[in-house]
C-alpha cells in the first residue's frame, strides 16, 4: 500500500508565497514522475507542475515564473515552492506520483489534496 502525505497548503494574501510538500511511504519500491495537480470550484482537475527523475521540469503556463517544482529523490518527497500567488490560485492541490509496488508494477497514485486560499 502507498500512502502520500501532503502538508503546507493554508490561507495567504495576494502577493504571497506558500510551499507544499507531499512524501511517499509505504510499500513503495520507486518512484517515476511527481507533480502537482489542481481542481478550482466548478473546473477540472489540472496540471500545475511535474517533475521527471531526471530533474526535467513542466509547467503550466499559468504559473510559470512563480512556482517550483523539485524533488529529493531519496526520500520520495515533491515540494512546489509557489510565490507571487495570485487569488486565481486559489484550489484543492493533489500531489500525483507513478510509483512502482511489488505488487501492482506501476501505477498512479494521489494524496487527499490541500486547500490552498489567497485571498485580495
Known amino acids: 500500500q502507498v500512502q502520500l502525505v501532503e502538508s503546507g497548503g493554508g490561507l495567504v494574501q495576494a502577493g504571497g508565497s506558500l510551499r507544499l510538500s507531499c512524501a511517499a511511504s509505504?510499500?513503495?519500491?520507486?518512484?517515476?514522475?511527481m507533480g502537482w495537480y489542481r481542481q478550482a470550484p466548478g473546473n477540472q482537475r489540472e496540471l500545475v507542475a511535474s517533475?521527471?527523475?531526471?530533474?526535467?521540469?513542466n509547467y503550466a503556463d499559468s504559473v510559470k515564473d512563480r512556482f517550483t517544482i523539485s524533488r529529493d529523490n531519496a526520500k520520495n518527497i515533491v515540494h512546489l515552492q509557489m510565490n507571487s500567488l495570485k487569488t486565481e490560485d486559489t484550489a484543492v492541490y493533489y500531489c500525483?506520483?507513478?510509483?512502482?509496488?511489488?505488487?501492482?508494477?506501476?501505477?498512479?497514485?494521489w494524496g487527499q489534496g490541500t486547500q490552498v486560499t489567497v485571498s485580495s
Open positions: 500525483h506520483i507513478r510509483g512502482f509496488t511489488y505488487e501492482s508494477g506501476w501505477s498512479p497514485y
Open positions: 509505504g510499500s513503495i519500491l520507486g518512484v517515476g514522475l
Open positions: 517533475v521527471e527523475n531526471s530533474g526535467n521540469t
